[in-house]
């Protein structure tokens, strides 16, 4: 397995129009986000990257939604996604779309998101599936020096994996649009079928995943220590210096008398 690090320049798309199929992939993202959007409680919405500026979010009781991203166009914050000017837990909800194939160091992304976020608070990532017909793209000559098809791709296990080993707790992942991505999709019989069929049975492969998981910070347990009475002081019956200069003195005395 390759390490997660890039060492070269990451290319950032600005809009969903600039990748492949692009509405099509962020209204299905809306339909599944939507569904998780009233259980987002609290006062502050965090949206990361400029792909997660469009994600809808407005059936979230929470009106205070936030967009930061190095790009200046339609943004609420510029700045860069990997050192979020925002202190620690004090964000409630954040959502990463699509940002950690575009990104050099995925991993301090989602660390930056996790330091931000509150105990108890959501956490939404999206992205491309490696293991997919969209995934095959890289595989493919003429396809894979095309954008985004020559970024690296991060599967939807790996990224759980690194949420777990940071304590949260994976509420949903699905997957959607069985599709290569990289042609117009079409509405036939045969791709209508193919759908159903691959939902049915081969829901892991779908090209878009959405991950939808909850912080839990264990609360720290203060141990009472065990008070011990500690033991009496008792004196040592050490005979002093006194008396034994006082014995010969005596002695001395008496052999005088005698």
Known sequence: ?????????????????????????????????????PKFFGYHLLKIGALSGEVNCDDSPINHQITVSEDVENVSVVADIDDLPFLEHSIDVCVLSH????????????????????????????????????????????????????????????????????????????????????GVIGEGKITNYWNKFAKTFLPQLGSVYVIVAKKRVLPLTPIKPKWKLSPRFSPVKVT???????????????????
């Open 240 to 258: 002093g210096m006194s008396s034994r200069h006082k014995s010969p003195k005596r002695n001395v005395l008496n052999d005088m008398r005698k």
């Open 99 to 182: 940002v950690l194939e575009f990104n050099g160091d995925p991993h301090h992304v989602v660390r930056e998101a996790n330091r931000v976020l509150i105990p108890n608070g959501y956490l939404v990532i999206t992205g491309f599936n490696p293991f997919s017909l969209a995934g095959l793209n890289r595989f493919i000559p003429y396809r894979r020096q095309n954008f985004p098809w020559q970024e690296r791709f991060f599967s939807s296990m790996r990224v759980k994996d690194w949420l777990q080993l940071m304590g949260y707790e994976i509420l949903a992942d699905e997957h959607l649009l069985h599709s290569s991505l990289a």
């Open 1 to 37: 397995m390759k390490p997660a690090l890039a060492f070269r320049k990451q290319r950032h798309p600005k809009s969903w129009l600039q990748i492949p199929n692009g509405e099509i992939i962020l209204k299905e993202i809306n339909q599944v986000v939507a569904k998780w959007c």
